[in-house]
């Protein structure tokens, strides 16, 4: 058979259209995910007391926020709560400017926004949360921030809307 | 030639729904048990491995979630992602392979945390399978039906397994459910995917399970009741259901023949003193007692009838249990080796066999339907 | 019984931002027919798969089982890993413990993703924990441009520093025909493309690729058959630390598990002096401001000195110590395979295979693996085999 007389099964699989299966905001996988009891402790705290808990490590003394079981580096049981904050430093930063899709909402994310790790008085982790971008220059690492809670809060990290600069 | 020995095995009480627990939570205690079982610290671990799956865990990197309670703190680690058996497996070689000494395999799942069948529907093909709806125990189900129909394999002999499964795990206290089912419960059981009834079918659990594996110079340095590994043996069968013989399972004949080679056994019935097997489902246990040669093809519901396979009989299959009473996904391999370890000590308490125990099998599954399979032969020398 | 063990065949697809014209087991096939090809070796020569990708970029479950079509696994041994960005050289080092222990004389190991299939954002961001990170992560372009952000607060290193960096790795991608991107840019282009997430622009950050790469490890007695000049494994080490995005210490934005697997593998290889011992580098660079904190990080210099090292010439090809002949990771990215592109680059290297962007004299050659929270993996191959 010459090049040129291609049979029409050859011709199909040169399509140049080819195809594509979508699997898209029908497809979902819903999760309960476990906050654990140290967490829940913490989402409390925030819900109900506008507080923040952090542990700390009967060895290295270290304070964690998120609050977890188990210090990583002493590989220690960790059962002392810890107050933190509320005011935090400003380690580092970035402004969010390209959009995606948030897998938990299956949305596209709202952008530009502002993203801050802050390390609360008292605390050794830092905490990942929002800051307003309405002035960018004004932000830089080393700054004090405080958060702004929400009227109603569900126990959740979002139960704070995000941390704003002190105004000393 | 290098061997290797299980020295610590460490396993939380699996359940249905542990809503107190997040997977390092629920992991943590399982993995600070085997440290005590094998007598040592974090400080003798020189790496781990950790077994999970991204779909069952809703995380694309499942093993973050668990670093720090499997002492990933400044240590080498790896993941595998499959059945625990596998994981172990690779934990196994990181010692062998003359670089480790003692690795630290851990596994868990929590599967009441989504729902089973959209996290077992992403494992078909999404092109040509899945909108179809599949999902592992409507795959089975087909398998069951090829299986029963070729070798005439009935109901009630399925029903005998489930309930003797049922009736052991009432002596295991790491088991999610205890139920003391009779072969006639297992049979009212409403039906939920024919020919599966609800009692023929794993449940899907929350747990979490370690084990410590040494190298020969470390294991007499450490440890005290090694559980000695004689072989390990893996293979993969083809992928889309339609393109395998369901009623067969040649990948697990495959693996355990080479397996038995490995570790000298010719006469498995006689030379395994008891086994532990995947079986998540009532007729996945004749299927593999098959597999791994205790019977000839299509004698496992007369084998079961004979009571051959209880806890009293020459070839115990699941004194513990097994899958059916009790089944956190990735983790349940990991647990048939634990149990294999236990019944090798003689500290398995009431799952104990009657017999002298030189010589266990454990057994894992990943995939769909029996895909995957990979067999351990365990032993007291 | 511990062997000694190397990489002795390669093979890679032409790395795109989609390919269309194929399905995933096609695009595994391609990267394992090659470096079959490359081995002069069947897919019966292979006595077992490793394989790996990050799974939420496909969306498929269990894929050690579903690739089998792909992979060559078919009736034999088959195992996944997974660690995320960092998956690429797990499997590497997998491979390497497997053979070496005796398992299997000669494995197949496999990484590849189809990026194009998601949202890569997105699908990272499940990947972190849903309560604490989620909320706020925007995925690997986030969690890096913090730590540039901190480098550069700290140390004083500019935009145009790391963009010297992109200009380095998109220059040498130009001589690797599988690369991606295979364009010049200069630096003036990187500081005028679109900011992501301050500081780092479109230019500095690596693309999404569609792409495969496959390996077979040998065991020693087998591997001087299949090739005249296997690539020896010296040593692997991994650190995969922090549950949780902010645990890192984010001062000066240092790769925290850098500076501890380094020493891990430097002690186990023999290393001293990195920057004189060590011939080539292929770097898991994620972004361009990595090419200066990382080798820092190495102890390639010291803390704030990367951009010397950089723009004095030294990492170029044709440089003392030259990083990314292949264009590394800003050139092409396709997540799973990423990782063990670094292995078979390295490899090439050491074979001589590596063609237009051949570093002269390679004795010993590391590859570096990245993802996850800020995870590091390192491989270090040798033209000898080791003692």
């Keep these: 058979m010459s090049p040129t007389e291609k049979s029409s099964k050859e011709q199909e699989l040169q399509k140049e259209d080819l195809l594509t299966i979508h699997s898209a905001k029908e497809a979902v996988q819903p999760f309960q995910y476990s906050v654990g009891r140290y967490g829940s402790l913490f989402l409390e705290e925030m819900q109900e007391r506008k507080r923040f808990l952090g542990v700390r490590c009967p060895k290295c003394k270290r304070v964690y926020i998120p609050p977890r079981e188990v210090c990583g580096p002493c590989f220690a049981k960790m059962e002392e709560a810890v107050e933190v904050g509320p005011r935090a430093t400003l380690m580092t930063y970035t402004i969010i400017r390209f959009p995606f899709i948030d897998p938990e909402t299956g949305d596209l994310r709202p952008v530009p926004f502002g993203y801050g790790f802050f390390q609360f008085d008292g605390a050794d982790t830092l905490f990942q949360h929002f800051f307003p971008i309405d002035d960018e220059s004004k932000v830089k690492i080393g700054l004090r921030f405080e958060p702004v809670w929400r009227e109603e809060r569900t126990g959740s990290v979002r139960d704070v809307e995000q941390f704003v600069l002190v105004d000393d | ?381 | 019984m511990a062997r000694r063990t190397a990489i002795v065949a390669t093979g890679q697809t032409h790395h795109r931002s989609i390919r269309r014209d194929v399905n995933g087991q096609e695009l595994i096939r391609e990267a394992v027919t090659r470096c079959l090809e490359d081995g002069e070796l069947t897919i019966d020569d292979i006595d077992a798969v490793v394989i790996g990708n990050m799974d939420h970029f496909e969306g498929i479950n269990y894929v050690d089982c579903w690739s089998v079509d792909g992979s060559g696994g078919f009736m034999k041994p088959t195992i996944k890993l997974t660690t995320g960005g960092t998956t690429g050289t797990t499997l590497g080092i997998a491979g390497y413990h497997i053979v070496a222990s005796g398992a299997f004389d000669k494995v197949l190991v496999i990484g590849w993703e189809k990026n194009s299939e998601s949202d890569t954002t997105g699908a990272i961001n499940t990947a972190f924990d849903p309560v604490w990170d989620r909320p706020f992560f925007a995925g690997a372009i986030a969690g890096l441009s913090v730590t540039a952000q901190s480098y550069a607060n700290m140390y004083g290193a500019t935009a145009k520093d790391a963009a010297r960096v992109a200009v380095r790795d998109r220059r040498h991608a130009c001589l690797n025909p599988y690369a991606h991107l295979r364009k010049e840019i200069t630096i003036e282009e990187v500081l005028a493309s679109p900011m992501l997430s301050d500081p780092v622009c479109l230019l500095d950050m690596c693309p999404r690729t569609d792409g495969a790469c496959a390996v077979v490890y040998a065991a020693e007695g087998v591997a001087e058959k299949i090739c005249p000049q296997p690539a020896w494994v010296l040593g692997a080490s991994s650190r995969h630390m922090f549950s949780y995005a902010c645990d890192a210490d984010f001062q000066g934005g240092s790769l925290f598990s850098m500076q501890r697997a380094c020493p891990d593998l430097y002690k186990k290889v023999g290393i001293k002096e990195p920057l004189k011992e060590i011939d080539v580098i292929e770097m898991y660079q994620p972004f361009s401001w990595a090419g200066l904190i990382w080798i820092e990080d190495m102890g390639l210099c010291g803390k704030g000195e990367g951009p010397k090292l950089v723009w004095d010439g030294v990492t170029d090809l044709g440089g003392e110590l030259p990083i990314n002949p292949s264009g590394g990771v800003v050139s092409t990215n396709p997540i799973g395979a990423t990782g063990l592109i670094r292995c078979a680059e390295v490899a090439l290297q050491i074979q001589g295979k590596a063609g237009e962007r051949q570093v002269p004299d390679v004795n010993l050659a590391i590859a570096t693996g990245f993802g996850g929270c800020l995870w590091t993996d390192l491989l270090a191959y040798g033209k000898k085999k080791p003692e």
């Design chain 2, 1 to 381: 030639m290098d061997r290797a020995a299980i020295i610590g095995i460490g396993q939380t009480k699996a359940g249905g729904r542990m809503k107190d627990f997040n997977y390092a939570e629920l992991l943590y205690p399982a993995v600070v048990a085997a440290l005590e079982d094998a007598g040592i610290t974090i400080e003798d671990i020189d790496n781990i491995v950790t077994t999970s799956n991204d779909f069952w865990d809703g995380r694309t990197i499942s093993s973050m979630a668990t670093g720090d309670v499997s002492g990933a703190w400044d240590r080498n680690i790896s993941c595998v992602e499959g059945d625990g058996t596998f994981g172990a497996f690779y934990g196994m070689c990181r010692v062998l392979s003359g670089v480790y000494g003692t690795t630290l395999v851990t596994a868990h799942s929590k599967g009441s945390e989504s729902v089973s069948p959209y996290i077992t529907n992403a494992a078909f093909d999404p092109i040509y399978v899945r909108s179809l709806g599949l999902d592992m125990v409507s795959a089975c189900a087909l398998q069951a039906r090829r299986y029963m129909n070729r070798y005439k394999i009935s109901e009630e002999q399925c029903a005998l397994v489930s309930s003797k499964n049922h009736r052991n795990a009432l002596d295991n206290p790491n088991a999610h459910l205890q139920l003391d089912l009779s072969p006639e419960d297992v049979m009212s059981s409403r039906m939920v995917c024919d020919p599966l009834k609800l009692y023929d079918c794993s449940p899907v659990s929350d747990g979490a399970v370690a084990v410590v594996i040494a190298n020969e110079e470390r294991t007499k340095k450490l440890g005290k009741r090694p559980a000695w590994i004689q072989a390990v043996s893996f293979c993969m069968d083809n992928y889309l259901l339609g393109d395998r013989d369901l009623a067969e399972c040649a990948a697990l004949t495959k693996a355990a023949k080479k397996a038995y080679e490995t570790a000298g056994i010719s006469d498995p019935r006689k030379e395994i003193d008891v086994a532990e097997v995947y079986d998540a489902f009532s007729y996945q246990e004749l299927m593999w007692t098959e597999g791994l040669g205790f019977c000839d093809s299509g004698e496992a519901g007369r084998l079961a009838e004979s009571g051959a396979t209880r806890k009293t009989g020459d070839i115990p299959v699941n004194p513990s249990g097994g899958l059916l009473a009790s089944h956190p996904v990735i983790a349940a391999g990991l647990i048939r080796i634990a149990e294999a370890v236990r019944q090798i000590r003689g500290e398995a308490g009431k799952m104990q066999v009657d017999k002298d125990v030189r010589t266990a099998l454990a057994h894992g599954v990943n995939g769909v339907a029996g895909q995957s399979h990979c067999v351990w032969i365990l032993g007291k020398e």
